[in-house]
């Protein structure tokens, strides 16, 4: 989404192909005037019918590029290109979980891969994972890493306290954060355990997990028979995410595995140090001592010793968030994603149009 309304608009004409439902961005992304095209939905039977009807769209918009990103998009257009030839086909893998997946998805992957012409990894263990379970010769692979949009209510305090008040966060509250799917790969559990550390030492320590998924009723359970039901808000899932990211004092990363998590970005972004766990690209994110700390995944000793070091310390809380967000302006920022791609579109454009893309999908 983000590279979509950030692509300079005279070179890219923009469509969004919603391959499983409009999702909850569509009304927005419309409003800037980008049209959203929708593929499949999940009242629609069958769903596999949503490859035909992008081979359909492709023959009427006739993009110069088509740009696919996830598991179930890569499957739509690859098959779409083996009856339309679309002049460039460009696909960016998001899916950090090799090899967690199941074997079938591994081999439909390795197979749908060889259509794209040019492959996108969003960081350097991605590009790895890619090259040793599906098998893609590493030439074939460009790395771009994730970047994420700025936060505009950084320092906004009216805000803050709002969004405080709203979570329920008492003046001199420790407030620990964390957005996530509530599944196996995010390790909450363990950060369950690594609260129940924290509360006995600092009682004032508030966690606030934002999401949902199928591990929440089992975390609920988890949170009341521990004792802290009145110290953990489930808050659900929400669209104003950026303006609770405010509301932390520090950024918590339980996860067991991952690619590159946007959700880090984010947390630095609004200003905030992050404790991760040392898995994927974590450790290119944050630099251990400076911006955060990394703990080893399933350590929940670790990480409430790291929170309590921070909790603790409040001056070199507030200058590590600091130097999250400098991090984030000199590395991670929305504007550098979106020039390496228009760099990579650009020199398709100069190679084989010696003209600009009249549209992109």
């Known amino acids: 989404m983000d590279l979509s309304q950030a692509l300079d608009r005279e070179k890219y004409d923009v469509h969004i192909c919603c391959t499983n439902g409009r999702g909850v961005f569509a009304e927005s992304i419309e409003k800037q005037g980008i049209p959203v095209h929708v593929l499949a939905d999940a009242e629609w039977k069958p769903v596999y019918l949503s490859g035909f009807r992008l081979i359909r769209l492709l023959r009427k918009e006739k993009p110069a590029i088509l740009h696919s990103h ?4 890569l499957f739509d257009a690859s098959f779409a290109r083996l009856f339309y030839r679309v002049p460039l086909y460009v696909h960016t893998f998001h899916y950090g979980n090799y090899p967690h997946c199941s074997r079938k998805t591994l081999m439909a992957e390795r197979v749908a891969a060889r259509m794209p012409d040019q492959l996108v990894a969003v960081s350097n263990a991605q590009r790895s994972a890619l090259v040793q379970y599906l098998k893609i010769p590493p030439a074939k692979i460009r790395t771009i890493w994730n970047g994420v949009a700025k936060n505009p209510n950084v320092g ?12 329920g ?4 509250d420790l407030t620990l954060g964390t957005v996530a799917i509530f599944s196996e790969q995010k390790g909450l559990a363990y950060l369950m355990e690594s609260a129940a550390r924290v509360m006995n030492i600092l009682p004032k320590a508030r966690f606030i997990l934002v999401g949902d998924g199928p591990l929440r009723p089992e975390l609920e359970k988890k949170a009341r028979n ?7 808000l489930f808050a659900g899932l929400r669209t104003d995410v950026q303006e609770l990211l405010l509301a932390f004092d520090v950024f918590l990363m339980s996860s067991l595995w991952e690619g590159m998590a946007l959700t880090l970005l984010e947390a630095m972004a609004a200003g905030k140090p992050v404790i991760a766990t040392n898995v994927g690209d974590n450790s290119s994110i944050v630099k251990h001592g400076i911006t955060g700390y990394l703990v080893q995944p399933k350590n929940a000793a670790q990480m409430a010793e790291y929170i309590l070091l921070l909790g603790n310390n409040p001056n070199a809380m507030r200058t590590m968030g600091e130097t999250a967000l400098r991090e984030y302006n000199d590395r991670f920022c929305r504007e550098k994603m979106v020039g390496e791609y228009e760099k990579l579109f650009g020199l398709y454009c100069k190679n084989y149009m010696n003209s600009e893309c009249p549209s992109s999908g």
């Open 169 to 172: 966060i008492e003046p001199g």
């Open 70 to 73: 996830g598991s179930g998009p």
């Open 156 to 167: 906004n305090q009216e805000l803050i306290e709002s969004k405080k008040r709203e979570l």
């Open 226 to 232: 521990m004792g802290l039901d009145s110290r953990v």
